[in-house]
């Protein structure tokens, strides 16, 4: 039967009004089903949470509707954190258990996707899928690699990500990338002190004493004026001093001494630093114990003894509350 162009029109109408009014309800049952997931998420039922993002999800299949405010699609990325909070790293391989952290990954990489005008919500769900494929979880640090490259690009200047994907590579032995990795944190920061302590920690962990030293020292040119710099830069040398049997006598008194120029700069800045006081006295019976001249050491471990007490009364007036 044909149908007169009135009459299609109407029906046209008519199925524009009854479109409209299902896309009504669904964004009004998406935005209770996420208000009511972020009260369950709220009080820990992530199991609860979880069924009701997927509720969220099946309303507003194509993330038409902002049912999250300000971050549209944001919803995957509660969902993901229900289900990553379901899985139990102590029962891995029960297919129920690692369901829930296939979900979760699943689920972050779509945040990551939708969540389009929200730079750190964005962020945030791709910082929880590296974890997701960290050690603890599905341990796959080739799945984790390509998305801390994707933090680096939404934000290059951002220094910790260049260090997770720099603990990527140490961490599967590639140090000459994970060194390259941490100069280019420094290359984009180089004013950010937690740099140089990152690098001076790789270096450490590589056994490098003279990198890891100049990283610290680096660390102090860029704060010349935060005790903790130096006292830092002392506590490296009293450890290499006190702990590498390799040492000659000579190399140890050299390191004990720039130890003690540090932390003498340390409390040159904070007389009352108590660490840098207890590290000097630290230092100083190091010294003497390097000493020859019996008339100096005992100079030496005097001087020791009066920055221990001191150090002792410091952390008295620490504990009371009036230092």
């Known amino acids: 039967m044909k149908i007169g162009s009135s009459a299609a029109l109407a029906l046209v109408l008519g199925l524009g009004v ?135 690009e939404l934000e290059p200047n951002e220094p910790t990500n260049y260090f997770v994907l720099a603990d990527i590579y140490a961490d599967s032995g590639e140090y000459e990338l994970a060194e390259q990795t941490y100069l280019k944190a420094k290359e984009v920061r180089p004013n950010d002190p937690a740099v140089y302590m990152q690098l001076a920690g790789f270096y450490n962990s590589q056994g490098d004493f003279d990198k890891t030293i100049a990283a610290v020292s680096e660390r102090t040119r860029v704060e010349p004026n935060n005790p903790e710099a130096f006292q830092t830069l002392a506590t490296y040398y009293w450890d290499k001093a006190y702990r590498d049997f390799r040492l000659t006598d000579v190399q140890k008194k050299d390191y004990v001494l720039q130890g003690i120029q540090a932390v003498d700069k340390a409390i040159s800045i904070k007389g009352d630093y108590m660490e840098a006081v207890a590290y000097k006295n630290l230092l100083l019976r190091l010294q003497a114990n390097l000493e020859k001249d019996p008339v100096k050491q005992k100079e030496l471990l005097r001087e020791a003894d009066q920055l221990r007490d001191k150090a002792t009364e410091l952390r008295k007036q620490k504990a009371a509350g009036t230092q």
């Not at 229900?82 to 129920?96: I, V």
Request: proline share 5%.
């Open 18 to 152: 009854a479109l409209a009014g299902c896309g009504k309800m669904n964004e009004v049952r998406a935005m209770k089903a996420f208000k009511d997931g972020n009260k369950l998420y709220a009080g820990s039922d992530w199991r609860q949470a979880a069924a009701k993002y997927e509720e969220v999800i099946q309303h507003d299949p194509n993330d038409a509707i902002n049912s999250c405010g300000a971050s549209p699609g944001c919803a995957y990325f509660y969902l993901a954190n229900s289900y990553d909070n379901m899985y139990r790293p102590t029962r891995k391989g029960e297919a129920a258990n690692d369901g829930y952290l296939d979900k979760a990954i699943a689920n972050y990489k779509l945040a990551s996707e939708k969540i389009t005008n929200d730079p750190k919500m964005r962020t945030l769900a791709l910082q929880y899928l590296v974890a997701a494929y960290g050690p603890d979880k599905m341990n796959d640090p080739t799945q984790a690699e390509p998305v801390v490259k994707a933090m680096i």
